[in-house]
């Protein structure tokens, strides 16, 4: 065990103790650290002014990932490289080209939301060589600017790659330039980090526990099941900043080895992709994408590049929110949960866990250890559609979210499996619209069957979101968007990228 | 005067920028400072005994406080002090030692004065802690009784008790009476159109969290780092507030993450340090959170009828417009909001009418354009309905009407290039091509619309004083205490200066956010750089005057037979303008004459007899593409091309960036910004930044920015009008009126949500309202 925390910062090692383990990156950076660069602006992961970038060895190499500093625990960056926007300049004040471009296009007014800006840029700059305006939106998703109107900072993203490479010391080339003996010294002095030993912080503010192994997380959940799962904090890490919650024991999954991995399993049914408990949003997703690439949308819209990359799929799961995005798509596609108590375990459809209103199949001690997802259908007539509506294209709750997997045979619908977000207090299927699709031609006449039966299939609520007849006509309507859809009259994409610029 | 004040980090050019003149796009000075992370901001001053504020707010929206319950918050190890009302150190009663430089009429806010409850989130307590983490759970274990009494915070329910309000507010003219018969008018008009606008709350919601950090000198001063739009009316305040002379307060906001209006009062995180820091004597900081910001002043909720009469031809008959507002019940708040409408089009018979009404809510404050955002909103969605109803292009039913002259008081415009505005506006999008009827043009599985708005706003200047000392190594610092919240101040003040001296950039260091500097106005309502620029400008007149009379006077002096006007400044100093190659840089003329320094001041005064002639405004041109998904209500905001018409632009980078920044406030106006209140609480419900939305870099499409030429030097002396505010005005009508044209749904109210977009009877809160 030890008790302090140690990562390095430009490279170079700190050690931290004493410090409550809900300290936050972002307090420990601006009020422990004198690094005053990184901002907060909002303390709940909405606005993105205190991004900040870690790199972690991964398969050999440096993974690198912008993450929000505001709601990120500072004991969950033990073992990683921490970069700021102070670290991105060269010691003869020459700027990074993230640097440079912003200052050059315009990319910063008032100037608070630009560090932010910045990091984003140097982690795209970090993991991509020339990304499309698609992607550049993408690593800017989780920024808020409120001066001005990003295309200037859009246009930094552009020109970062045309500008001369960095020449700061401390900073390891960026992936794309594929030297892994540029990044070896990082990765020695990462190696050097880790002891094997587990972190365990006891503070009379709290305790955390970061343990190594599955059978040690599980044992000491089963021993203390009154601990809080620590996953990515893009949920938990809010508790704190915004309900200012004690949190006497959190059990971090993030340093297990065995739920880092995104695995295959194989049963009589199928083969299956295995999601691990510390799989990142981002790494799950990109897992999933090869099997459903329909979910493109659903990944870019789920929630912000750095939420994506500190989020994980379990979690998400294991939350549970009625309007979690993620679940409606899963539940479509057939996808199980994995659970664990002590040695124990069992495995679930998901739309089996959610009993109620934040209420789930789980009992005390009992945790999501992996999310199994059924590769891709083999038969040619798979559908597969997941939808998001809601009100901001980034950085929004669902007002409704629909995932439909559907079997066609001869243009009859063999299977339906219909699930919402959004229409009632947990994620769940449509059994009456299903039925009414089953065995009938996915035609108008068929569909409005499945429409009405809709109707009785959910009585959503009205909040500040939307109403409940939005709710259900935006529900119904996505049925109809299906059919004709898949008539060939148009494809949705309710945000497409390439049309946003299509002149008429 | 200081040459330089070392520790307020003014920055500087980078070496290499080189020479400028007016109007180039020169990257801003302090972009360096900004993306390294330099730049601090209020609460990243650091102070070797600092403590930290964590303010208690209410949680009723009226009534009074009985009692506090404070001994398990006292108890958490490292809290210092609770300060309430009860405890708080002397502070003045009389209400006018409260208003500060942009106060609207009535008692201001008294934070922490007394037990009452004006609004919900009122600061009732402020923790004092030795760390950040005590202050914050201590003030969560702080507990308030109340005498609760029933609160009004719904101004739809209160319409009935509307108000005239009273008028007295810096820059606030209230609606002139009305000229011909406008409802008889509107009776013989063929034409006619009438409709409700509604305009929800919204929060200015800047990136930078409101925060003062207070540094107590070992004597007992105090410089205070406030996020403020005015380092001097913060001043101003606290010195009043707690009856502390001028020389015991230095107020600073050298750099300012954005404000939008919300930095025009100052706020109360401010009082609250200022009393932690007497009543402890040490340093303190308070930094509000993004929740408390929502208690603070808001754009204000809206209610407006407008009635327009035409001709067949289009030619407006009579135009009536009335707009109801919410304040607080201690001031009236008010704003330009209907005025616009009696200017904007000829017309020669107007009614206008504007009134308040008093709720249990913090008095709203200026948001970026206050009154025009909605106000000409409103107008310029009445006149589309009305093009409609006529089946008249909507531009060309605006140029039917142009206003030549202002018919409020018969006077010429100072400039008005609103023309080229339409038609350079109109080429570039190509709008020319657009069919009349809506429900013409579809893409996809997306329904396509063109819609277009004018927009409006105030030219103004106030008056300033600059300084500037040029030394003999050629480096020139120019001061005022004037602001910049992002808007580019210090790099159009620097343009301004390099280029009158024929300087480089980078020899020229412009200080401002000091509250000793020379008096600069309070940084708003687009008439910053039209004032300090022409105190800048008009001390570099004098140095320029000074600089050419000692080189003229030197022993051998190449400019011995020049005037002044043969001698331009470029290149480092002064040539001839007929013969470049006679020149003296400033240094070779500083050291000739044995001068280390040479100092000037400029009172700039605005010539108020001349500008009273005119009419002073700036105009633009909004086009606009959208959308629209009608399945889901969903709206895309693909294209716009915003035409300006501002005076001469001193920084085209920064001005650009201005309006293109303002288009995307006018696309979150159109379809995300709105604070929702729960009336049952009397309180704000989405306040965060995941609930209460702003528009993200995904909802924007292309954004076009034209300035059309325009140099009114009636309105400044260097020709400039402003920028800050006229982008937004009109952009969601534009952005509404395209939903119509791709639709034949028409949205009367903001923002304009999916569920609204899709209502089959076009809007559903306007209607569900009343």
């Not at chain 2, 108000?163 to 003219?173: E, N, R, V, Y």
């Amino acid at each position: 065990m030890s008790q302090t925390i140690r990562f390095l910062l430009d490279g170079r090692e700190v050690q931290v103790t004493g410090l409550p383990p809900t300290t936050t990156l972002l307090d420990w950076l601006r009020e422990h650290a004198g690094r005053s660069g990184t901002k907060e602006g909002c303390a709940e992961g909405d606005c993105g002014a205190c991004t900040v970038v870690l790199a972690d060895a991964h398969e050999g190499r440096l993974r690198w990932q912008a993450i929000n500093a505001c709601i990120r625990f500072l004991p969950t960056v033990h073992g990683k490289a921490l970069f700021t926007v102070e670290s991105l300049r060269a010691a003869d004040g020459a700027l990074h080209p993230a640097q440079r471009a912003m200052v050059d296009c315009h990319g910063s007014q008032c100037g608070f939301c630009t560090p932010g800006f910045v990091m984003s840029l140097f982690g795209l700059y970090q993991t991509q060589a020339q990304p499309d305006d698609s992607a550049l939106a993408d690593a800017l998703s989780g920024n808020l600017c409120r001066c001005t109107g990003y295309r200037p900072i859009l246009a930094a993203g552009r020109q970062m790659y045309a500008l001369p490479a960095p020449q700061s010391t401390h900073l390891p080339p960026p992936a794309w330039r594929d030297d892994p003996a540029a990044e070896a010294d990082l990765l020695a002095r990462l190696a050097a980090l880790d002891d094997g030993a587990a972190l365990r912080i006891d503070h009379p503010a709290g305790h955390y526990l970061a343990p190594r192994s599955a059978a040690d997380f599980a044992r000491q959940y089963a021993e203390a099941p009154h601990a809080t799962i620590l996953a990515g904090g893009t949920d938990v890490g809010l508790w704190v900043t915004k309900q200012l919650k004690p949190l006497p024991l959190l059990l971090h999954t993030g340093a297990v080895r065995e739920f880092a991995h995104v695995g295959e399993y194989q049963d009589a049914r199928g083969t299956w992709l295995e999601i691990g408990a510390a799989v990142s949003l981002e790494a799950a997703f990109a897992a999933l994408l090869r099997e459903y690439p329909e979910a493109t949308e659903l990944y870019r819209r789920f929630a912000s590049r750095p939420i994506r990359n500190s989020g994980t799929l379990c979690g998400n799961v294991a939350n549970g929110s009625p309007i979690g995005d993620s679940m409606p798509a899963l539940i479509a596609v057939g996808a199980e949960v994995v659970l664990r108590r002590g040695e124990q375990l069992r495995s679930l459809p998901l739309e089996a866990l959610y009993l109620d209103y934040r209420k789930k199949d789980l009992a005390a001690g009992e945790f999501v250890q992996a999310v199994r997802i059924p590769r891709r259908p083999a038969q040619p007539g798979f559908v597969f559609r997941a939808w998001k509506i809601a009100k901001r294209h980034d950085q929004d709750i669902s007002a409704v979210f629909a995932g439909f997997a559907l079997r066609l045979e001869d243009g009859i619908v063999a299977d339906a499996r219909l699930a919402y977000g959004g229409m009632a207090g947990i994620p769940r299927r449509a059994a009456g619209a299903e039925a009414a699709l089953r065995g009938r031609a996915l035609d108008a006449a068929t569909v409005a069957g499945a429409r009405a039966a809709l109707a009785n299939d959910f009585q959503p609520l009205s909040d500040m979101r939307a109403t409940a007849g939005y709710r259900l006509q935006v529900a119904q309507n996505l049925l109809t968007r299906l059919q004709l859809e898949l008539q060939g009259q148009f494809p949705t994409r309710i945000h497409d990228e390439e049309s946003r610029r299509a002149a008429v | 005067m200081n040459d330089l004040i070392q520790d307020l980090q003014s920055p500087v050019a980078d070496a290499g920028t080189g020479f400028v003149r007016v109007g180039m796009p020169v990257s801003r000075v302090d972009g360096r400072a900004k993306v390294t992370g330099e730049a601090r901001y209020a609460a990243e001053h650091p102070a070797h005994d600092l403590a930290y504020g964590v303010v208690v707010g209410s949680t009723i929206a009226r009534g009074s406080i009985a009692g506090f319950r404070l001994r398990e918050a006292l108890a958490v190890p490292g809290v210092v002090e609770i300060i309430t009302h009860e405890n708080r150190p002397r502070m003045r009663s009389f209400d006018l030692f409260y208003k500060d430089m942009t106060a609207p009429a009535g008692a201001p806010f008294r934070p922490l004065y007394d037990g009452e409850i004006h609004f919900s989130g009122q600061p009732v307590a402020l923790v004092v802690a030795e760390t950040f983490e005590a202050a914050r759970y201590a003030a969560s274990l702080v507990a308030v009784d109340y005498l609760p009494q029933q609160h009004e915070t719904n101004l739809m329910a209160h319409l009935a008790r509307s108000h005239k309000p009273k008028p007295l507010k810096a820059g606030f003219s209230p609606p002139p009476d009305e000229r011909g018969d406008a409802e008889a008018a509107l009776l013989a008009a063929p034409v006619r159109i009438e409709a409700e606008y509604y305009s929800g709350v919204e929060h200015h919601n800047p990136l930078e969290l409101f925060a003062s950090t207070v540094i107590r000198g070992e004597d007992g001063h105090l410089t205070i780092y406030d996020k403020t739009q005015s380092s001097q009316n913060s001043r101003w305040y606290v010195s009043r507030v707690f009856g502390l002379g001028k020389d015991k307060v230095t107020v600073r906001n050298p750099y300012v993450g954005g404000a939008f209006g919300s930095g025009l009062r100052p706020q109360y995180q401010l009082p609250l340090a200022v009393m932690a820091a007497l009543q402890l004597r040490r340093s303190v900081r308070v930094v509000l959170t993004r929740q408390q910001m929502f208690s603070l002043g808001h754009r204000p909720e809206t209610l407006q009828r407008i009635k327009l009469g035409a001709d067949h031809d289009g030619r407006l008959r009579a135009i009536v417009h009335e707009a109801v507002a919410e304040t607080s019940r201690y001031e009236d708040y008010v704003e330009v909001v209907v005025n616009w409408s009696g200017q904007l089009y000829a017309c020669d018979n107007v009614k206008l009418l504007y009134r308040l009404v008093a709720l249990d809510q913090s008095s709203p404050m200026d948001m970026r354009a206050p009154g025009a955002a909605h106000g000409v909103h409103a107008l310029e969605v009445a006149m589309d309905e009305l093009a409609w109803a006529l089946r008249l292009d909507p531009l060309e039913l605006r140029l039917r009407n142009y206003a030549e002259q202002d018919q409020m008081k018969g006077l010429p415009f100072s400039s008005k290039a609103l023309r080229d505005c339409y038609e350079q506006g109109a080429r570039r999008f190509g709008w020319a091509r657009r069919p009349l009827a809506p429900r013409s043009m579809r893409a996809g599985s997306e329904l396509v619309g063109w819609g277009m708005a004018t927009g409006t706003w105030d030219a103004m200047q106030m008056f300033a004083r600059a300084g500037a000392v040029l030394h003999a190594d050629g480096r020139l610092v120019v001061s005022s205490a004037a602001t910049d919240i992002g808007t580019g101040t210090y790099t159009a003040m620097c343009t301004l200066a390099a280029d009158a001296l024929g300087l480089r950039l980078e020899q020229v260091m412009f200080q401002l956010g000091d509250s000793t500097l020379p008096v600069a106005p309070i940084e708003g309502g687009s008439s910053h750089v039209a004032t300090v620029g022409s105190a800048v400008a008009g001390v570099c007149e004098k140095l320029r005057k000074r600089l050419f009379r000692m080189a003229r006077r030197l022993d051998n002096s190449p400019f011995a037979k020049a005037r002044f006007d043969e001698v331009e400044f470029a290149g480092g100093g002064l040539r001839l303008r007929r013969q470049p190659s006679v020149a003296m840089s400033v240094e070779e003329v500083m050291a000739a004459a044995g001068e280390a320094r040479l100092e000037e001041k400029y009172l700039m005064l605005p010539k108020v007899l001349k500008q009273k002639q005119y009419l002073r405004a700036t105009h633009s041109a909004v086009f606009c593409e959208v959308r629209v998904d009608e399945a889901f209500g969903t709206v895309r905001v693909t294209r716009v091309v915003s035409a300006v018409a501002a005076g001469r632009i001193i920084s085209a980078k920064t001005a650009r960036s201005q309006v293109s920044g303002a288009v995307v406030w006018g696309i979150s106006q159109a379809l995300h910004e709105e604070t929702h209140a729960d009336h049952r609480l009397g309180r704000f419900m989405n306040h965060n930044l995941a609930e209460y939305h702003v528009t993200v870099n995904a909802d924007v499409g292309d954004i076009d920015v034209i300035f059309v030429d325009e140099d009114d030097r009636i309105v400044s002396a260097i020709g400039a009008k402003g920028v800050g505010e006229i982008g937004i005005v009109g952009v969601a009508a534009a952005v509404c009126n395209a939903i119509f044209h791709a639709t034949g749904r028409r949205v009367r109210s903001t923002p304009m949500t999916p569920e609204k977009v899709m209502a089959p009877e076009g809007d559903v809160s306007v209607s569900a309202a009343l």
